[in-house]
């Protein structure tokens, strides 16, 4: 079954994690990988549509101009986005299609679960997010360098797209990209004491207490404790950035 809609994949390593992320996406119409510096090429891939777009900018700095990018390149009227550390599952093909026969929105989200030290999340921030992930091409924009966000002209449903997130498969490499990124969001805004102040504890709290992420045992605190220290890296580094 070919699904009349494109899939988009952005990668800077081709692992085994992005390997099966491009084998669950072997039923769309069309495959565009936007790739830095991984090395994938055409005769790695089984699938007969796909394109690989090499992109000139590492680290990737700005993920709204790419999935922009993909949005303007496409041949199909839908687009479904994924990460290179994601799957999407195989029964969600089918709920895909049917989706797209009986759609009357321009944009759907999808469930994400997270898998974090080899157990799946069911609690907390990363348990069961909501995500835009399939969009129609003409009424769809990316704002935001990082964790850009998809600015959907009409209505946005849900879907039942499931989406498993493997991330990260130690503790340090989830601090290493957490900081990593949180650099990059702070150097883009403006300092705020009350925020630095507030936010972080406040996000502890939110995760680990209000969303229930106690009950994920110790990979829950784990998950709560880098996410506040998120929190706080992204509100230092605008510090430091305005305060040089």
């Known amino acids: 079954m070919i699904i009349s809609c494109s899939a988009v994949l952005i990668t800077n390593v081709f692992d085994h994690k ?14 565009l990988i936007f790739d ?6 055409e005769s790695d891939l089984k699938h007969p549509n796909a394109k690989i777009i090499p992109i000139p900018d590492e680290p990737i700095t700005d993920f709204a101009f790419l999935r922009n990018e993909a949005l303007r390149l496409t041949t199909q009227e839908w687009v479904f986005f994924l990460d290179s550390d994601e799957v ?14 009986t759609a009357t929105a321009s944009g759907f989200f999808c469930t994400r679960s997270d898998f974090f030290h080899g157990k799946q999340l069911h609690y907390g921030e990363a348990g069961k997010q909501k995500l835009i992930r399939l969009v129609r091409a003409s009424a769809t ?9 998809a600015q959907v002209a009409g209505k946005v449903d849900q879907s039942e797209l499931l ?10 490499e989830f ?25 972080p504890p406040a996000k502890f709290v939110y995760t680990y207490i209000f969303l ?3 009950l994920d045992g110790y990979r829950g605190l784990s998950y709560a404790l880098i996410m506040t220290l998120h929190s706080m890296t992204v509100r230092i580094t605008a510090y430091e950035k305005n305060h040089a």
Do not use: M, W
Request: proline residues 1%; hydrophobic residues 40%.
């Open 18 to 31: 992005c390997q099966n992320a491009l084998r669950s996406l072997g039923d769309f119409a069309e495959l």
């Open 36 to 41: 830095s510096a991984s090395g994938i090429q």
């Open 88 to 101: 999407l599952q195989p029964f969600s093909t089918a709920k895909l299609q049917k989706t797209l026969q």
């Open 141 to 149: 924009r990316f704002t935001g360098k990082i964790h850009e966000v």
């Open 163 to 172: 989406v498993y997130h493997f991330s990260h498969e130690s503790i340090s």
């Open 175 to 199: 601090i290493a990209d957490v900081t990593k990124y949180a650099t990059q969001l702070g150097n883009n805004r403006d300092f705020s004491l009350f925020e630095l102040l507030v936010y």
């Open 212 to 214: 229930l992420g106690f």
